[in-house]
């Protein structure tokens, strides 16, 4: 069994080990050593990455014996080999930060809010905590955040000590696994104890801080996502930058940003109904035109215009409306969409038009004898086969 050297110092960064076994496979050389100090996958943490004599470690897994196998990136081991191991020192340290920072989190909410943690998923961007709750008030993760953030700056000693299952009932532990045999148990000062295998920073102050950054409902929970050390100072760097740059855009304190938008948001409102009235109005008079200059076969006019980037559903209100207005066949596109609309005197059906068009030219269709589409109307040739499906409601017109 493989000496797990990180259970009683997390800041072994380096060490030297015996290659008991080495065997390759699909995602990697996986390699077994006498005694190791890379965390595995475990416990809600990442694991450990690093270097293992001259080959990078890209995977650290616990097998179903409870041994631990290292995936390297080549092939450079065999057994009986000494080798040195080198922990990538920053990723371990950012670990240690947010698991230590996840314990005194999950106790402060415990304490504000009564609501204990599920489960906790340290990751190497976010992390979070499941908490047994529907519903957590605003004001209450401040409170938790707050005291969670007290207990970072009063540098409390994080103590590691072992015992079986009977000593565990004399110590405040929050929660004991539900097994036999020795147990790791992780004190954060006189706040918090708990049961834990992960790597854990010596002091609480090292966690630097702990920033909750949103909360998210799963499976009728609340779960915290949270920042810890230089994660967290980066996330806060990302953000300042932000309200800066808006700052500065919007020519005011970064305290009158919300009003500012809010501000903006209803000139937009009012510009947005503006545009759209202008756009009715100009659209009448578009319509005016067309239906003036459109051709004329029996009676029946055909108006056809390309509109870019318009709306379907403003645009089939339209196609409908001109159709109501005047005796026609109305052919209205825009991008790969095709709509059509008759007038009921026109003695022309909608749907029979789009099948017509679509059995010519490809693309699908379908709708009803008033009011028809097709999409999926291929841009190359476009102009020709519509001109060429002009030809055939005017045959459709003459037939009638």
Not at 340 to 354: C, D, H, K, R, T
Request: proline residues 3%; hydrophobic residues 40%; negative net charge.
């Amino acid at each position: 069994m493989t000496q797990r050297l990180y259970l009683d110092n997390s800041y072994i960064f380096d060490f030297d080990a015996v290659v008991e076994s080495a065997a390759v496979s699909d995602s990697g050389t996986a390699v077994v050593l006498s005694q190791t100090a890379f965390y595995p996958e475990t416990g809600g943490q990442p694991c450990d990455i690093g270097t293992i004599g001259n080959s990078k470690v890209i995977r650290v897994i616990e097998n179903e014996n409870g041994g631990i196998v290292h995936y390297l990136e080549s092939v450079t081991t065999s057994p009986g080999e000494k080798v040195r191991g080198i922990i990538d020192r920053d990723r371990r340290l950012e670990n240690m930060r947010a698991h230590t920072g996840q314990h005194i989190l999950s106790q402060a909410f415990i304490q504000v809010a009564g609501a204990e943690t599920v489960s906790a998923h340290m990751g190497l961007d976010e992390s979070t905590i499941e908490l047994a709750t529907e519903a957590l008030d605003p004001d209450l993760i401040l409170d938790t955040e707050k005291l969670a953030n007290s207990i970072v700056l009063k540098n409390v000693p994080v103590n590691i000590s072992y015992h079986n299952r009977e000593e565990l009932q004399a110590l405040a532990v929050r929660r004991i696994p539900d097994r036999e045999g020795h147990f790791r148990i992780v004190r954060i000062g006189d706040f918090e104890c708990t049961a834990c295998g992960g790597t854990h920073c010596a002091r609480s102050g090292e966690v630097g801080i702990i920033k909750i950054i949103r909360k998210e409902k799963i499976r009728g929970h609340i779960r915290i996502v949270f920042l810890t050390g230089f994660r967290a100072l980066e996330d806060y760097g990302r953000k300042h930058r932000v309200v800066t740059d808006l700052s500065v855009k919007l020519t005011c304190h970064f305290g009158d940003i919300p009003d500012s938008i809010e501000k903006l948001s209803e000139q937009k409102f009012a510009l947005g109904k503006e545009v759209s009235r202008m756009g009715s109005r100009l659209f009448e008079f578009e319509i005016d035109e067309l239906m003036n200059t459109a051709p004329e076969f029996n009676g029946i006019r055909i108006i056809f215009k390309d509109w870019p980037e318009t709306d379907l559903n403003v645009l089939r209100e339209r196609a409908i409306k001109v159709a109501r207005a005047v005796k026609s066949a109305v052919l209205f596109i825009s991008g790969d969409k095709l709509l059509i609309s008759v007038s009921p005197e026109s003695g022309l059906n909608a749907a029979a038009l789009a099948k017509l068009f679509t059995e010519q030219f490809g693309g699908k269709g379908g709708g009803n004898p008033a009011f028809a589409q097709a999409g999926a109307v291929e841009p190359a040739g476009r102009e020709s086969f519509l001109n060429a499906f002009i030809e055939m409601i005017k045959d459709e017109i003459a037939g009638k």
